[in-house]
């Protein structure tokens, strides 16, 4: 094994179609000393598949067992002097995969990261869903059950004015639009399976749109990215809402005029806020 300087690299691979490892990655993947990886067998028959002739030893690292084993690899990475490849299934690591503790405690260590650039499915989406992409956040999967998580979600899309992306199951993506469709029927939505792959499939239009033509599939397989845009749909020609810390605003520069606390609830109703909160705004 060579000696050199330590490093830890995060290798982008592909997420469907071969054809996109890049020549940076093969070379950094048959070079290393050490390669992490979600699942040994599966990388071993991507490389297999990909005609890479990697010299590592493979090392097996996962959600589960990734706050445990960050500091020791870490550790044996400085101590031994080697060369490691981070990799995901697919993808690159840390955008829903592990690999954040892994990175977060090279940085302690002060042991140099190096980002090996390849695909993501998130990239990947923003740049063909036509969604405003000024401003986006990515959730992971969408949230499995009701309640004020899901309810709190739902206001930032309206309220928000960023792009949403998601990943959903095929098991799952019908019951999530038709959810998200209850609350914003006319929201932006673009859907995509299986990107890069054989039979992939974008579908875009507003929510009640989209998950019409998602409801007619009879069977659903693959996976799944989606990205939503909420805020101009709560908007329309005859009104306009304002978020509350434009109301508490509004309501300061009120508040020396002469204007009763009725008064300002009825101004508070036409600006799509309930006139009790106008109450709880003058309470604070």
Known sequence: M???TPQLMVVGLPIGNPGDLTPRARLILESSDLILCEDTRKFKDLAGRWNLNFRGTLKSYYDQTEKLKAPMIVDSILKEGIKAALVCDAGTPGINDPGCMLVAEAHHKNLAVTPISGASALSCFISICGLPSHGFAFKGFFPRKTGKKLDSLIKDIQFTDMTYVFFESPRRIQATLQSLTKHLPHARVCVAKELTKTYETIWSGTCEETCQKIQKIKEI??????????????????????????????????????????????????????????????EQ
């Open 221 to 282: 397989k693959g996976e799944f990215v989606f990205g939503i845009y909420g805020f101009e749909s709560v908007k329309d020609e005859h009104s306009f809402i304002l978020k509350q810390d434009e109301l508490d605003s509004i309501l300061f520069l009120l508040q020396g005029k002469d204007m009763s606390t009725g008064d300002r609830a009825k101004l508070a109703k036409k600006l799509g806020f309930k006139k009790q909160d106008i109450y709880k705004a003058e």
């Open 2 to 4: 060579e000696n050199h």
